[in-house]
């Protein structure tokens, strides 16, 4: 599945961040929400966010996690997104569509 996803992220020239802005290879779980979440800079060097809501119970007290702590806890089975309109036309929609599909 990770495979997918540093595919995408080669293909649009990205580099993956994790929470504290390091270089990361899977996304961490905002556990309090609870979503994965990638960080990445924008070609203008603008820091941007990618997550998408589970469908888990929120875990507050676990902070941010690795994506492969959450999972080996049992958890992240189910992602899902907002209905968003126009998708064709909205890049931010077909980046969190290419986070779902890599993370399922």
């Not at 990205?14 to 270089?23: N, R, S």
């Not at 905002?30 to 809501?53: C, I, K, Q, R, T």
């Not at 992602?79 to 077909?94: G, I, L, N, S, Y």
Request: aromatic share 8%; with cysteine; hydrophobic share 45%.
């Amino acid at each position: 599945m990770w495979k997918r996803l540093r595919a995408f992220e080669r293909l649009i020239n990205i580099i993956p961040l994790d929470f504290a802005g390091e270089p990361t290879e899977e996304p961490v779980v905002l556990a309090w929400m609870p979503a994965p979440s990638l960080y990445f800079h924008d070609p203008d060097g603008n820091l941007l966010e990618l997550l998408a809501m589970l469908a888990d119970t929120p875990q507050a007290g676990l902070g941010v996690v690795s994506w492969s702590r959450w999972k080996e806890a049992g958890r992240g089975g189910i992602v899902t997104a907002p209905p968003v309109a126009a998708p064709e036309k909205c890049r931010q929609t077909h980046l969190a569509n290419a986070l779902i599909s890599a993370i399922e």
